[in-house]
Structure formats: C-alpha cells, structure tokens
Nanobody, 121 residues
Framework: VQLQASGGGSVQAGGSLRLSCVAS?????MGWFRQAPGKECEFVAA????????YYGDSVKGRSTISRDSAKWTVYLQLNSLKPEDTAVYYC??????????????????WGQGTQVTVSS
C-alpha cells in the first residue's frame, strides 16, 4: 500500500487546513501522526474504512475531524483553530488488519511521506 499525503501549508493561528491522504490499496484503518522538531511522534487521529469509526489524540480533539471517502480511498484530516504548537510534519499511515488499538506507531504497516504544517502566531 502506498500513501500520498498532501494539503499542508503555512497558516496563522486560528486558521484551518485540510490534509488529504490517498491510499493505493485496501487497508483496514488509516491514521495521522505528527512530529515536531525535537519531539516524539504523536498520534493525531484515525478512521476505519468499514464503519468510519474515528479516534482522536488529546492534542487535537475538538479541533479536528477525520473522514474518509471510500470511493476514492482517501482520508481527510480537517484541522481547525490551529495553534503554533500544531506545527509539525504530519504523516498518514495505514494498517492492513484489525487491531484493538490504533494509537501507536507500531500499529501501522505503511507510511506516507509527510506534509508540513506551519502555524504562525
């Protein structure tokens, strides 16, 4: 499975961005992680293809929405009310099979190349 992420950019605090990730093949769940310079990789959100069940990390909960378009094998991450601390490279990831949890990096089998999000104050 190949993943192609896009949609990053530079915005001012309070702004919004929508990230997209297209998958080249079938998988069970797709997620987003982010990594800021000098910080560990952090879970952002995930969504299952079958039921559209969503999962969110605490840092973006209430400010973001993950959704999927099954016909296009595309997952979207809408980021709202962006803060400077949201600045990071955002990666999409895919897991082929079911798991009891989708919050850890090790749960995912494939990774996209990352897209930079920069939020200025």
């Amino acid at each position: 499975v190949q993943l192609q992420a896009s949609g990053g950019g530079s915005v001012q605090a309070g702004g919004s961005l929508r990230l997209s990730c297209v998958a080249s093949g079938r998988n069970y769940v797709m997620g987003w992680f982010r990594q800021a310079p000098g910080k560990e990789c952090e879970f952002v959100a995930a969504v299952t293809w079958s039921r559209g069940t969503t999962y969110y990390g605490d840092s973006v909960k209430g400010r973001s929405t993950i959704s999927r378009d099954s016909a296009k094998w595309t997952v979207y991450l809408q980021l709202n009310s962006l803060k400077p601390e949201d600045t990071a490279v955002y990666y999409c990831a895919a897991r082929v099979g079911y798991s009891s949890t989708y919050y850890g990096r090790s749960e995912y089998d494939y990774w996209g190349q990352g897209t930079q999000v920069t939020v200025s104050s």
